[in-house]
């Protein structure tokens, strides 16, 4: 009798143990977009490390590249139950598939239990979905703006640009680049124009209606929308791309601007943690200005907060993950961690980041945006993955002559 009881307590014991055990050794499943390429890989990396050290949690990390096959990837694996525990995701119109299919936790819901969960964040600065509801934490925020590199534009005798820089003086500095030998402008056309798009979209309206979406090709919008499209096309007829742009990846444009064959590159504040890293010399490398065209100054420019760390309803029902997967988007959050994120972006942090000493693309940075005379964000995040992947996928057939750009807009429309 007494072994049976005996073994019933250490049993009885075990049960109970069970809960705390799972506790310990938690995995959680996480996705973001700081892929291998992205500048702050290494910074997520020590964050990582950091939380396993901390909690005696593991991250299986899933991070890719952002570009829109990852987007795709992401959204399908919520429609076949293959969701990650926390996401890092775009709080724009791309999350509203999941948002609407109920797949993630409110913000509001998450400090009913935990009160103090994104409580270091401006709440005016944390995005709201289409029901009006927050559900993620934002991270550092953005700028687009125009990379140059200093050392292709000296061998030109081209002037880096200041904020007055027109299209017109834009147009004869690439021409005087062509013929130097030099691609006047590193884009792939195949995997990443929307940076572009953004620039002569604005280059054709005004900043303040930058984000009025096209109900038809005829309206304002539309308009606006046709007129970049053209200028897609002439900059493509007048050999300022890269020979490969039809077919080159985004790395291989980039690589072909950091290794000194081109001259000019639209892309984010992202990238200017991949210089720092992967420049030979990074002084030859400098933030200047997009050219502005019409109302458009080139002092005017695209930049906002559009990513957060969700958590979704899979890990959250699952109390084994649900204070991890808390514990987790709260370190990655922290002042102290997204402090080494942040040179030059914005962030929604109550306190604002502390950045170490800036390197001297950095600094290039900083005093760019402190000549930015206003900032919008980006059209293309609000309308919907279907539109976005159609409208883009197309800029190849317009610029090759294969479709119209009243026909890629109508196109769009119908998607969106």
């Not at 021409?175 to 056309?189: Q, V």
Request: hydrophobic share 40%; net charge negative.
């Amino acid at each position: 009798m007494k072994k049976i009881f005996s073994l019933l307590l250490a049993l009885a014991m075990t049960v109970s143990l069970c809960p705390a055990a799972f506790a310990e050794g938690v995995t959680l499943n996480v996705v973001t977009s700081y892929g291998g390429d992205d500048g702050n890989r290494a910074n997520f990396e020590a964050a990582v490390k950091a939380y396993e050290e901390s909690t005696g949690n593991k991250v299986n990390d899933g991070s890719a590249t952002s570009n829109e096959e990852w987007k795709a990837k992401v959204l399908t694996d919520f429609e076949t139950g293959s969701e990650p525990d926390v996401l890092f995701f775009f709080t724009n119109a791309d999350a509203e598939p999941f948002v609407s299919a109920g797949k993630v936790v409110s913000i509001d819901e998450i400090r009913n239990e935990y009160p103090d969960y994104a409580t270091n964040m401006k709440s005016s600065m944390m995005a709201v979905a289409a029901d009006g509801v927050q559900y993620s934490v934002p991270s550092s925020g953005y700028w687009e703006n125009m990379f140059v590199n200093k050392a292709v534009l000296a061998d030109c005798g081209v002037e880096v640009p200041g904020p007055d820089y027109t299209w017109d003086q834009f147009l004869a500095d690439c021409e005087t680049i062509k013929e130097a030998g030099y691609t006047p402008i590193a884009c792939s056309l195949f995997e990443v124009p929307h940076y572009w798009f953004e620039f002569l979209v604005m280059n054709n309206g005004t900043v303040e209606n930058q984000l009025d979406v096209p109900a038809s090709v005829d309206d304002e919008a539309g308009q606006k929308w046709v007129a970049a499209l053209n200028d897609f096309k002439a900059l493509y007829e007048a050999g300022y791309f890269p020979a490969n742009t039809l077919t080159a990846s985004d790395a291989e444009t980039v690589e072909l601007f950091n290794a000194g064959e081109a001259a000019f590159l639209i892309d984010g504040s992202w990238k200017v943690g991949y210089f720092t890293s992967n420049a030979e010399n990074l002084d030859d490398f400098a933030i200047a200005y997009v050219p502005g065209k019409g109302e458009r100054s080139a002092s005017e420019a695209i930049g906002g907060i559009s990513m957060g760390y969700f958590i979704t309803r899979k890990a959250w029902d699952d109390e084994t993950k649900r204070e991890a997967a808390v514990e987790f988007v709260s370190q990655l959050t922290s002042d102290e961690v997204l402090s080494t994120f942040v040179t030059t972006e914005v962030t929604a942090l109550v306190n604002g980041a502390s950045p170490a000493g800036l390197n001297s693309l950095q600094q290039s940075a900083a005093d760019a945006n402190a000549s930015i005379t206003a900032i919008s964000g980006a059209v293309q995040d609000t309308i919907t993955g279907e539109a976005k992947a159609d409208l883009f996928g197309n800029i190849q057939n317009v610029v090759t002559g294969k479709m119209t750009p009243e026909d890629a807009v109508a196109s769009a429309i119908t998607l969106n």
